[in-house]
C-alpha cells in the first residue's frame, strides 16, 4: 500500500521552493489553516493558524527589515508518508538594512 500523504523527499523537495524567488508551488500546496509556529523571542515568533496570519505576521515581520526577502533552505523533515502531518525544519541567512 503506497503512503497517503506526500513522502519526506517530496515534502524536502516542496519546502526546496521556499529558497527561491517563486515560492508560490510550495504555497500553492499548504493549507489556509495550517497551523504554523515560529520560535523565538523575536517580533516574528509566535503561533499562527492560517496561511494568511503567517504570511502578515511572520513573514511580513522580517520582510520589512531584511534588504532582499527571506529565502529559507530545508534542514530537516519528520512525519509524512503514512502520518497526516510534518514538521519542517527551515533556516536562513540574510542580511538587515
Known amino acids: 500500500m503506497s503512503p497517503t500523504y506526500p513522502s519526506i523527499d517530496e515534502i524536502r523537495k516542496l519546502c526546496s521552493h521556499l529558497g527561491t524567488n517563486d515560492a508560490s508551488p510550495f504555497f500553492d500546496r499548504v493549507s489556509p489553516n495550517v497551523e504554523w509556529d515560529v520560535l523565538g523571542t523575536h517580533p516574528a515568533a509566535g503561533h499562527f493558524t492560517t ?10 515581520v522580517i520582510n520589512d527589515v ?15 508518508g503514512d502520518q497526516a502531518w510534518a514538521v519542517v525544519e527551515l533556516e536562513a541567512a540574510s542580511v538587515s538594512r
Open 51 to 60: 496561511l494568511s496570519d503567517w504570511k502578515k505576521g511572520a513573514l511580513g
Open 66 to 80: 531584511l534588504k532582499e526577502p527571506l529565502k529559507l533552505s530545508v534542514v530537516n523533515v519528520t512525519g509524512g
